[in-house]
């Protein structure tokens, strides 16, 4: 695996240096109060006069179903979808006149999905990659790392290079970066004659706490944001390093349907007008904020 040299360049000046610091613990009940932003008339008038959403005068958003926080959890009363990804989707709606939809999808669906016409976006945490650019636009709206934690009384003190995962058993979620970062990885150390590593594969966090805490997995490779989230709420677990590099985070939807410039500056208006931070402030994400959003940067090679 490499680095994506102009992938680099545009990170550089435009995003703050990621913090192995965890967030304050945070107040989810609090984080139940919509953020709502202003009609955005030049967003407005960048939508496709061609473009057909799925339900007129709503926007709808493919996102996560499963408990991952804070990019997509349960509301207390067990039924609104909340997170920093539900939030900036309301962001996106109001800015572009519309009523917000969202619609809890396994990860594994939001491409069909999108390519099938059922959902006019999807955020799920996807990272910006040139192979998913043959088939998607992306409108940038966080920069994210992958981060690895263990538990609190772990000796395991740092993972950031593939030496360091080793003959150790590490929980991940198929399909994603961090797989094939993972995977890689290990390609490297067996070439060197290093012991293997044992992926885990889980998608379902309370499983993959449970697997963590209880000994039967070294670490945990997934989202920055939700391991330091974590780490802060529940006190259980720490990081100790992270994967090889950052990734665009992006709002994504059907190649060559136009609806990327509206996006793009529907989230540049938010930027400007605050409500952008103040989702990120309340999820803890401050440190993958971005200046303004792009469509389709340069993305992970592998």
């Known amino acids: 695996m490499r680095r994506l040299t102009p992938l680099a360049l545009a990170f550089a000046g435009l995003i703050p240096a990621l913090s192995m610091a965890a967030p304050e613990k945070p107040d989810i009940r609090r984080n139940e109060t919509p ?32 408990n991952s926080p804070p990019l997509a959890l349960l509301a207390s009363d067990n039924v609104t979808r909340i997170g920093s990804d539900p939030d900036i989707a309301r962001l996106l709606a109001d800015s572009l006149g519309l009523k917000l939809k969202l619609v809890p ?87 060197k004659g290093l012991p293997a590593v044992t992926p885990i594969y889980l ?13 039967r997995a070294d670490a945990l490779f997934g989202p920055h944001s939700m391991a330091a989230w974590k780490a802060a709420s529940r006190g259980q677990t720490r990081l100790v390093g992270n994967g090889p590099f950052r990734a665009w985070v992006a709002v994504t939807t059907k190649k060559g349907n136009g609806l990327a410039p509206a996006l793009q500056t529907a989230l540049d208006g938010t930027i400007a007008g605050g409500q952008y931070q103040q989702v990120l402030a309340r999820w803890g994400e401050q440190d993958e904020a971005v200046d303004h959003s792009l469509i389709n940067p340069p993305g992970i090679v592998y």
Not at 39 to 47: D, E, F, T, V, Y
Not at 58 to 64: C, F, M, N, Q
Not at 130 to 147: P, V
Not at 171 to 190: K, M, Y
């Open 35 to 66: 953020i709502h932003a202003p009609a955005n008339p030049l967003a407005i008038a960048k939508i496709p006069a061609n473009y057909h959403f799925i339900e007129p005068g709503t926007l709808t958003v493919a996102t996560s179903a499963t």
């Open 105 to 191: 999808a396994s990860w594994e669906d939001w491409p069909l999905g999108i390519s099938a016409g059922r959902y006019d976006v999807a955020m799920f945490n996807i990272a910006v990659t040139e192979e998913r650019k043959k088939k998607f636009d992306f409108a940038t709206y966080r920069a994210d790392n992958h981060a690895f934690a263990v538990k609190k009384e772990s000796p395991i003190r740092q993972i950031s290079a593939p030496a360091d995962i080793a003959g150790k058993r590490i929980i991940v979620s198929s399909g994603t970066n961090q797989e094939r970062i993972l995977l890689s990885w290990d390609a490297q150390n067996r070439a």
């Open 203 to 215: 998608t379902d966090d309370a499983s993959a706490t449970l697997t963590l805490l209880s000994g």
